[in-house]
């Protein structure tokens, strides 16, 4: 019977998007993660909401920081998403509207800053 059931309806249809996201220490580590988002949302719809377009601090919008315990003066709280990826929703973290406009209310222009070494303050991304 599921089988007959899907071929007549087809693979369930993506309503859900993967958030894959890292953290990257100052050595280079990198420590990985991923959420799932409940409606479809793009990179391109919240890059402008990133810092440098690619960085954020995942406690600021309510998801869990890959940052190691064991931290020295050079390494800083930003994440970096890596992709995002349309997938039959599961059990989302939060649903797409929701991220948006967490990731809005996080775009303060000082927030970033509060807890960045001032040294981050004045490299450029390359620097990164």
Known sequence: MPV?????FGPPKPN????????????NWKFWGEFVLSGAVTFA????LLFDRLWFIPEEIGVESLTPKTRNE???PLHEIHEMTL????DAL????EFIVRLEKA?????LFRELPAWLQTHSNAAL
């Open 4 to 8: 007959r059931k899907r071929l007549l």
């Open 16 to 27: 859900g998007t993967k958030v894959e996201y890292l953290y990257r220490d100052a050595g």
């Open 45 to 48: 719809e919240i890059e402008g």
């Open 74 to 76: 050079d390494d800083h």
């Open 87 to 90: 997938v039959p929703t599961a």
């Open 94 to 97: 939060m649903t797409a509207e």
């Open 107 to 111: 775009r303060f222009p000082d927030y």
